[in-house]
C-alpha cells in the first residue's frame, strides 16, 4: 500500500496550507494520523481522524490551528494548517492503520 501526500510548500509566518493524504490502490484509509519530523528530532504525531463520524484528536501544538477531515468519496485525508508558525516547519507524513502504511512525506516550510 502507498500513500502519497502532498501540499506542502514554502508559505510565511502566519499563512496557511492544506496536506492531502491518499492511498494509491484500492485500500480504504480509516484511521488516519498526521506526523511531523524535524532533523535531529523523533517523529512527532500531529493530529488523527478515527472513524467516518468526525472523531478527531490534536496534539497540543496543532489544537486551534490545525483541523483534520476526510473525504470518504475521494479516499482522501486532509491537514488545513493555519497561523503556521516557523517551528512547524518539517516534513508531515500520513500514517494508516490497520496496517501501520506511511507515505514518503512532504515537506512544509514556515519561513519569511
Known amino acids: 500500500v502507498n500513500l502519497v501526500e502532498s501540499g506542502g510548500g514554502l508559505v510565511q509566518p502566519g499563512g496557511s496550507l492544506r496536506l492531502s493524504c491518499t492511498s494509491q490502490?484500492?485500500?480504504?484509509?480509516?484511521?488516519v494520523r498526521w506526523y511531523r519530523q524535524t532533523p535531529h528530532k523523533e517523529r512527532e504525531w500531529v493530529a488523527s481522524?478515527?472513524?467516518?463520524?468526525?472523531?478527531?484528536l490534536y496534539s497540543d501544538s496543532a489544537k486551534g490551528r490545525f483541523l483534520i477531515s476526510r473525504d470518504v468519496d475521494k479516499n482522501m485525508v486532509y491537514l488545513q494548517m493555519d497561523y503556521l508558525k516557523p517551528e512547524d516547519t518539517a516534513v508531515y507524513f500520513c500514517?494508516?492503520?490497520?496496517?501501520?502504511?506511511w507515505g514518503q512525506g512532504t515537506q512544509v516550510t514556515v519561513s519569511s
Open positions: 500514517n494508516a492503520v490497520p496496517g501501520d502504511y
Open positions: 490502490g484500492t485500500f480504504t484509509l480509516k484511521v
Open positions: 481522524i478515527i472513524d467516518n463520524h468526525g472523531s478527531v
